[in-house]
DNA sequence: CTGTTAGCGCTTTCAA
DNA sequence: TTGAAAGCGCTAACAG
């Protein structure tokens, strides 16, 4: 690989009017900028970018750590984070923190040694303190889908109280009276803030949650499945049942159908997220939009700003969540 | 930060030393080795990796492209890959190129000029000549789901033939005799491979494919809804459709959905790549696995052993794929 | 407008 | 077993 020095030495000027046309930026003749030029073009000059962190101390690379790559609700954080910091130039390094808080503390040493210059978090189980923490170190960083006290200008979130509170709202104005939930695990915020919306939209309708209509679940497809049969076998008779998210409702849809239930007849879901199949299900999920792709941007576009000084860009901080009504919840027949 | 210097002074040791207990290697004395420790400790020191990188001539990331980042089928790719390079201490960069041959070859030129150490591309739009001069570089790279002329060594690949022959064979075996296709974009190197596949199973039953039968689409959910819908306007009867993945095979149960055809009594569908939600759809869908996560993994691998030295790493460089047989198909009723 | 030069932080001979 | 010193390739004052 051809080094700066080579390049100067091939157009017979010095390094640093090489340097000069790269960063385009300082006042060189058209006439010596074109003899640089060819050279580099002759010699296939790319410049060695481990050398430029150096001297400028700065990588442009940015950490992104989400619990896994894949999944329907990770992936679009990925894509939005990607495609936005790959048109300014920066480069996305990635790290699964598998929802274990050893496992992402690790991603985030990980990741801020690799000299990232900015880290966008996913995580769940990440301590408010550690973040705060965290917060005091050099490496910037912004948070999604959480909101950390203190540090309320670096998270990106939604609301999701207004979001479970939507979706409850929508049984009970469909009729519903007996309803299940089935939660995500409440010491996360999400699943908390998400329940807390759900009992809101009771209360205001004079009900309240019957504890045994109530399981704690993992926001995972078996969790939501082994949810259902559990709230079946109590033996509590409901006509709708909420999920604090699709894949949840996903699971749950399953083991009615092997329960003989027959959805919406004899009993109403909604989810949570609309993630990319929730369309696809027989019947289709009515759920709640969570605009995690649009929220990805974000996070870059505050990484953008806020470590890279680009100023003009702006950004959301906080997003809304929106009902999507399909067709896996009905009024109930009175 | 704290800087190897800095260390070596509080140690009262000098640099080499420090680099010395740091890289493990070389012979440093208890003591010393404690003193050292010590110090780096105390001043909470973290290596520079831009400047290791320099000085080794070695990144420690590699960079990863796909088309895009989400989507059921590239998740498991990138989950699988992340893991095990992880777990090596190896950074993961990644890039999508949104199935765009131009945005292809800027993300991989991309990559390359982070100074990745090694790339893995699944990418479709670039070109096998392409992909020979760039095996003429310096950056060692692996491709997944492809074989390129020359480069079989660095090809990792599932047998799309076969899978594409088991899915048909699968509809023939049940009966059927009019079976439509609706494949991906034939130029790419997959779709046409099943394609080829599908025909040797009806070939090897006395049939032929129906040019009014086949519809070729774009892997993609709506393009299988459309494809679907437009077979059906032919006019022509069939009682089975192949699709050549899952995405479209699920587009085409909605559009089934929609004209009342009920599956599978009406019309048989199998799909190929068993996606996660394959299980989901109602009926769940016969389909074809596509090990894709494990792939991922191998591809890992390849990098870690060619491009990082570890010998006694084993991959594999061919997968064969394996029916999954659920119930969106059946028997023709005779 | 262009060249000289001093680092950026670390690894690695080569000597001691 | 340890230290001194020469780069790795590039940027950014500072002179000219």
Redesign the pocket.
Known sequence: ????????KLA?????????V??Q?????D???KKVLDAMKELD????????S????RSDSVGVLVAELDGPFYGPVMSGVESELRKAGKHVIVAAGHDEEETEKEGVEFLIGRGCDALILLAETLSNEYLVELAKGSTPFVMLNRTTPGLESQCISLDNHLGGYMASKLLVDQGHREIAYISGPLWKHDAEDRYAGHKQALEEAGLTQDPELLFESDYREAGGSSGLLHLINSGKKFTALACANDEMASGAMMSAAQKGLSIPQDLSIVGFDNVHYARLLTPSLTTVEFPIHEMGKMAARWVLKNAYGKKKLSYNNYFSPKLIQRHSSKAISS
Chains 1, 2 share one sequence.
């Not at 690989?1 to 100067?8: C, G």
């Not at 930026?25 to 003749?29: C, D, G, I």
């Not at 000059?45 to 430029?52: C, T, V, W």
């Open positions: 690989m051809a080094t700066i020095y080579e390049v100067s017979g000027v010095s390094l640093a009017t090489v340097s000069r790269m960063n930026n300082a006042y060189v003749t006439e010596t900028k000059y790319r410049p060695n970018s481990a050398a430029q150096l001297a400028l101390n």
